[in-house]
């Protein structure tokens, strides 16, 4: 973390000078970590149709923080984590088995999450209220910890996209045409909900719930906008997230509002900037 701070230091902010704002630092940090993170995940949340699918892993992790809670851990976020990414398989599981088409699943599951995690926030007569800083997120109270842990998701989701983007994008846009082929759809797709989930969970503690699925959703469907391939369209979906997420941290560090909300507000700029420049291209 030290060469990092060395490096912010140099930036042309009275937060970046030495020995001062460490909070900022991190923050900035977290924000390059987990915007292309989520920018990558986008296009494949986009292709897939589910955008409200992290919606529902955000209502879920809810429900493991307030298990984990309920059970007196230290750190209720791991027990979040295994949940989330077990609604994840289930959901899969479902998905596959039915006739249902992926949002009526997803509202299945969702409104099932939503109403778990408010009777075991309240059980017993407890108040809802401790949870509510989880709505809306606080990305300046990250720890060098959590912004490691980032990074090696980050690691693994790129593996990820290297070793078997083709077989996953394949298996959302046709999955009978990726069985012909050979291609185990469901772990596939398994797979790729699980990454969801672990991103989704980790991350709502500085994104908040009440915005984090539009950090699924808009750097997506902001690089279809103007992409003409594959791979501009993931560049593109990256490179939005990392714009909209720096210049969200600053926005929210110099008008005091919420980090999500503005990183979320400029994910809307840039997919009102792309709408109208494909309009003109069209």
């Not at 902001?222 to 791979?231: C, I």
């Not at 941290?249 to 809307?268: D, E, K, Q």
Request: proline share 2%.
């Amino acid at each position: 973390m030290e060469l990092w701070y060395h490096l912010v230091e140099l930036l042309p902010f009275e937060w970046a000078q030495p020995h001062t704002m460490y909070f900022m630092k991190n923050a900035l940090l977290a924000v390059l970590v987990i915007s292309p993170l989520f920018g990558l995940l986008s296009t494949m949340v986009v292709e897939s149709r589910m955008s409200f699918f992290s919606d529902a892993l955000g209502h879920s992790a809810f429900t493991g923080v307030a298990i984990g809670a309920l059970a007196g851990l230290a750190d209720p976020m791991w027990c979040a984590v295994l949940f989330a990414a077990a609604f994840a398989l289930l959901f899969t599981y479902v998905r596959r088995r039915t006739n249902l088409a992926s949002d009526t699943v997803i509202g299945v599951f969702s409104s099932t999450a939503v109403a778990l995690g408010i009777f075991v926030a309240t059980l017993g007569g407890g108040s809802f209220t401790k949870f509510n800083a989880l709505l809306i997120g606080d990305i300046l109270s990250v720890e060098p910890g959590k912004i490691a842990l980032l990074a090696l998701l980050l690691l693994v989701v790129a593996v990820l996209w290297v070793c078997s983007f083709n077989q996953l994008m394949l298996a959302s846009v046709h999955p009978a045409l990726a069985d012909s082929r050979g291609i185990r759809v469901f772990w596939q797709e398994a797979v790729f909900n699980a990454a969801i989930a672990v991103v989704v969970t980790v991350s709502m503690t500085w994104v908040g719930l009440l915005v984090i699925n539009s950090l699924l959703v808009l750097p997506g469907a902001a690089g279809r906008n103007v992409s003409r391939n594959l791979r501009e369209y993931h560049l593109f979906s990256v490179l939005g997230a990392l714009a909209a997420g720096v210049g969200g941290l600053m926005l929210s560090y110099y008008l005091g509002a919420s980090t999500g909300a503005c990183i979320t507000l400029c994910l809307a700029l840039i997919f009102g900037a792309t709408f109208l420049l494909r309009r003109r291209q069209g």
